[in-house]
């Protein structure tokens, strides 16, 4: 059974900083993984997704890796800021559409 | 407007009564999907539909069911509410593989 997990629980950092949030995953057989970042009180907005062939992929600040082999994805983001304070998750697609989430990661950019 | 609406944004109900969770989407999108969200637990897999006549369970399908009324609309439903069931629910579609997420659901069963 495919189990994904996120460590640290909660990351406090100042504004400014780099920071690399992690996600570990049990099984290698995926066929893409997703980071996705969650508000409170609204649903998820995915932000980056890297298949299974790639090994990372970017969108303006952020930066996600993905090493399949060693089960393991980091989601980068530089140059931290206050709205970037979200809990942020990753999820991995396995056959028949099942998508098995992380715990996620609260993160507080402070000012 | 939202792309995916889900109604009501919360709900408080007591054990036994039946409850439905309703979802509608503007994205076009044939596959919709039911998840939970417990603290901890991350988020789990209820029900899934690729489309109109296509209904499967997840992981956790025990105590609920669905219906798809539409491509654009996907209900879920709690038959005997238990205090278990209390969580924060999210309806999502998708047109492949990218998730577009609903702003959730947050049900209290006491």
């Known amino acids: 059974k495919q189990e994904v997990t996120q460590i640290p629980a909660a990351l406090s950092v100042p504004e400014g900083e780099n920071l690399v949030l992690n996600c570990s995953f049990t099984?290698?057989?995926?066929?893409?993984l997703q980071w996705f970042r969650q508000d409170p009180g609204k649903g998820l907005t995915s932000l980056l997704l890297?298949?299974?062939?790639?090994r990372e992929q970017t969108s303006g600040r952020l930066n996600a890796s993905l090493d399949k082999s060693s089960g393991r994805s980091t989601l980068y983001i530089a140059a931290s800021q206050p709205g970037d304070s979200a809990t942020y998750l990753c999820?991995?697609?396995?056959?028949?559409?099942?998508?098995?989430f992380g715990q996620g990661t609260r993160l507080t950019i402070n000012p | 407007d939202a792309d995916v609406t889900q109604t009501p944004r919360n709900r408080i109900t007591k054990t036994g009564k039946r409850i439905m969770l309703e979802c509608s989407q503007t994205?076009?999108?044939?596959?919709m999907y039911w998840y939970r969200q417990d603290p901890g637990l991350g988020l789990r897999l209820i029900y899934y539909?690729?489309?109109?006549?296509?209904?499967n369970k997840g992981e956790i399908s025990d105590g609920y069911s669905v219906s798809r009324q539409a491509q654009a609309k996907f209900s879920l439903s709690l038959e005997s509410a238990i205090p278990n069931q209390t969580a924060l629910y999210f309806c999502?579609?998708?047109?492949?593989?990218?998730?577009?997420f609903g702003s959730g659901t947050q049900l209290s069963v006491l």
């Open positions: 890297i298949q299974s062939s790639q």
């Open positions: 999820a991995v697609l396995q056959g028949a559409q099942k998508l098995v």
């Open positions: 099984d290698s057989a995926i066929y893409n």
């Open positions: 994205k076009g999108h044939d596959r």
């Open positions: 539909s690729f489309d109109v006549k296509d209904i």
């Open positions: 999502a579609t998708s047109e492949i593989e990218k998730l577009f």
